[in-house]
């Protein structure tokens, strides 16, 4: 990121960095502490560094994905397995990747103009306190 903010700061038109953390920072499950914490790090530098670039119009934040069908999850659960996680989820389904890449492209738009240092969860409402 360092490299990219330089360059976008250089050019001094302002811009967007989106990072792709996980919802494991703010949740966990067995076995995820590294990972856990490694996400949960990335939220917490975004927001620091979004207050070091805010005033060159660079905005810099975060997309959070939930439980989203990719080949990486295939690894691990098949269409049986899966379905807890489906179950557990408010909107009844995995998410997809086009649920994260919508969330990311707006995050570069002009409709995003005033969102900086957020990490923005795209889990169907998975993380909510209490649903599980």
């Given at each position: 990121m360092k490299s990219e903010i330089e360059a976008m700061l250089a050019q001094g038109a302002g811009g967007?960095?989106?990072?792709?953390?996980?919802?494991?920072?703010?949740?966990?499950?067995?076995?995820?502490?590294?990972?856990?914490?490694?996400?949960?790090?990335?939220?917490?530098?975004?927001?620091?560094?979004?207050?070091?670039?805010?005033?060159?119009?660079?905005?810099?934040n975060n997309v959070n994905p939930g439980i989203i069908d990719t080949p990486m999850l295939r690894r691990f659960v098949d269409e049986e397995t899966a379905k807890p996680w489906a179950a557990f989820t408010p909107m009844q389904r995995l998410g997809k990747a086009e649920d994260v890449g919508d969330v990311a492209v707006w995050l570069c738009t002009d409709e995003a103009r005033f969102v900086t240092g957020q990490s923005i969860l795209v889990d169907g409402g998975y993380t909510i306190a209490g649903m599980r």
């Open positions: 967007a960095i989106v990072n792709t953390s996980s919802w494991l920072a703010k949740g966990a499950l067995s076995g995820s502490a590294a990972y856990s914490a490694s996400k949960a790090a990335l939220d917490a530098m975004i927001r620091a560094i979004a207050l070091d670039v805010a005033a060159s119009g660079l905005r810099v």
